[in-house]
């Protein structure tokens, strides 16, 4: 059963830091590329990273590049989204993503989320 499981998330100060995990299973993590995207209410939906199948490849949203860095290890399949200098516009919901595909089909998964409040 294709599962993806966050966590990590809690309350922290501004400037603090936090490291989300992604555990997944139930299909082959290294094939595939995995987005972090997170909700907060009265906003939009927003992809905030995303790593490639290999990790080669990265893409971070404007609003956290340079602060958040994402990773992945394929072996333990999970993904890794640390975040650093945290600011309060960062409160959300985060959940990470993914689009399994075969040739008629494309199906996306996505976990429970995980809450990070930044706040003082």
């Known amino acids: 059963q294709t599962q993806l499981v966050e966590s990590g998330g809690g309350l922290v100060q501004p400037g603090g830091s936090l490291r989300l995990s992604c555990a997944a299973s139930?299909?082959?993590?290294?094939?595939?590329?995995i987005s972090w995207l997170r909700q907060a209410p009265g906003k939009e939906r927003e992809r905030v990273s995303c790593i490639s199948s290999s990790g080669g490849s990265t893409f971070y949203a404007d609003s956290v590049k340079g602060r958040f860095t994402i990773s992945r290890d394929n072996a333990k399949k999970t993904v890794y989204l640390q975040m650093n200098s945290l600011k309060p516009e960062d409160t959300a919901v985060y959940y990470c993503?993914?689009?399994?595909?075969?040739?008629?089909?494309?199906?996306?998964?996505w976990g429970q989320g995980t809450q990070v409040t930044v706040s003082s």
């Open positions: 993503h993914v689009a399994i595909r075969n040739a008629i089909w494309t199906r996306h998964y």
């Open positions: 139930g299909f082959s993590l290294g094939y595939y590329d």
